[in-house]
């Protein structure tokens, strides 16, 4: 018997009120949505999943969020990680935060004022796929929060194939900044 699961985790540093959700969003133009991130690569996947959670922003009357190379670099580096280290959590087992993380890649460097957020999750089977990542962060209140955070502008989205648990299966982290 083949085990599907999937497992969300959010950061506790933001946490904002939002409004009932409307059902999951359409992923028409998010080609790839429904497919295995080994299929699509890990930028394939990075894509897929930003088109999928810009959707959900433009449901709420938000901005697209857009790519940004050094939040990338901390979400690949922490997705990659949890599963090379098998462990599931914000903080690293070296002891390093998300936000200790994002300032190693010089993120904040050269802003005076800056808000940092991070979902994690990863799921195996038919759960790995983006579009049930993301519909599993927007049933989340937490992960939710994030997505449709007004103040978060940029995203660098990290997926590592396999499982922090061992095994096959996608683990994402998307690093917020705003």
Known sequence: MR?????????SLLVLATAAAPSAANAAGCSGADRDPSELGQAGTAHVTL???????HAHGLGKLRADGKLRSAANGHAGDMVAQHYFDHTSKSGASFVTRIK???WTKSRHSWTVGENIGYGTGTYATPRQMVRGWMHSAGHRANILARQFRMIGIGVANGAPTGGAGATYATDFGG
């Open 51 to 57: 088109c999928l959670l810009n959707q959900q922003r």
């Open 104 to 106: 190693r890649t010089g």
């Open 3 to 11: 085990r599907i699961a999937q497992r969300f985790a959010v950061s």
